[in-house]
């Protein structure tokens, strides 16, 4: 099966900090390093890094020459990524001495996508393979229509999660990625033990991942039920924690991998990728994973 991964690719400025900035308040930054970024990004290198075969669409900017190679050197096709007449995507990350972050998005040319893009890309793939979205491109709505009707395996990390995302069927998702904040969002339940319930009764067809941080991380399909653990590392950056594991776990199921054993990988890949500085540059390979032991934190 193959991975089509519709999703934004961004520049990251990340400013080093003492601590988050508050409402109002003006500190000097101990550091700034520029990284490759953006959750499409992210998650095809990862996907990539696991062993998946990625192919991703999306638009850069005339300065995002840069994050094309990241994404070839990881082993992504970036052959059908095109080039907008605006500057790419953006993001500012302030990063704690705690390892905690606080993101600002400038879309950019992530949000230059048209319908005729969209099909033309779309017309390559059907049945068997995967679309993976997420919500910092344009036009997911359309994306999810038009990959239903060509037969295709929907995958969807709703982050950030606005209104854009209510004006998407979700019934046509066979597959959610979400954390407790977006879980709530949808699910319209606060409590993470109800989020998955909630989420499985509205959408009784897919399959809910739903991680929880410190928590682990939650499995629903049908009447199957799934946990995992998180690991004891040092955090230093948790920027791409979330999409290293949507990568790692769906590059396993996608391999042939149990669910549980799936979890398992996808959690150590994240637990490897926050003990490291930036985004894609974190993301472990599959062979880091499976030579990692690491203790489950208690």
Avoid: W
């Avoid at 990251?12 to 900035?21: A, C, G, K, P």
């Avoid at 990862?46 to 070839?72: I, Q």
């Avoid at 890309?121 to 229509?145: R, W």
């Avoid at 979890?263 to 990728?273: E, F, I, P, Q, Y």
């Amino acid at each position: 099966m193959r991975v089509l991964n519709f999703g934004s690719l961004n520049i990251d400025y990340v400013y080093s900090l003492d601590h988050i900035v508050a409402p109002g308040e003006t500190i000097t930054s101990r550091g700034l390093e520029v990284f490759p970024g953006g959750k499409g990004l992210n998650q095809s290198v990862a996907l990539a890094r696991a062993g998946a075969e990625v192919c991703h669409a999306g638009m850069v900017g005339e300065d995002g020459g840069m994050l094309l190679d990241v994404c070839r050197q990881a082993g992504v096709d970036v052959g059908r990524v095109r080039t907008a007449g605006t500057r790419t995507g953006n993001a500012i990350i302030q990063v704690s001495a705690k390892g905690q972050n606080s993101i600002v998005l400038y879309p950019g040319a992530n949000r230059a996508i048209t319908r005729e893009y969209a099909d033309g890309v779309l017309a390559d793939f059907g049945p068997g393979d995967l679309l993976l979205l997420q919500n910092e491109v344009n036009l997911v709505d359309y994306l999810i229509d038009r990959a239903h009707e060509r037969g295709m395996t929907i995958a969807l990390n709703p982050s950030p999660f606005d209104e854009r995302m209510l004006a998407c069927d979700l019934r046509k998702v066979d597959i959610f990625l979400l954390n407790e904040v977006e879980g709530a969002q949808i699910s319209g339940r606060e409590d993470p033990l109800e989020i998955l319930p909630e989420m499985l009764s509205r959408f009784p067809g897919s399959r809910i991942v739903l991680t929880l941080g410190k928590s682990g991380v939650l499995y629903g399909e049908g009447e199957t039920r799934l946990s995992h653990g998180v690991y004891d590392v040092p955090v230093v950056d948790t920027t791409a924690a979330g999409d290293t594991f949507t990568g790692f776990f769906l590059a396993a199921a996608l391999g042939g991998e149990t669910v549980a054993e799936a979890l398992r990988l996808a959690s150590v890949a994240s637990s490897l990728a926050v003990s490291k500085k930036g985004a894609s540059s974190s993301i472990p390979t599959i062979e880091e994973v499976r030579a990692a032991r690491l203790p489950l934190s208690k």
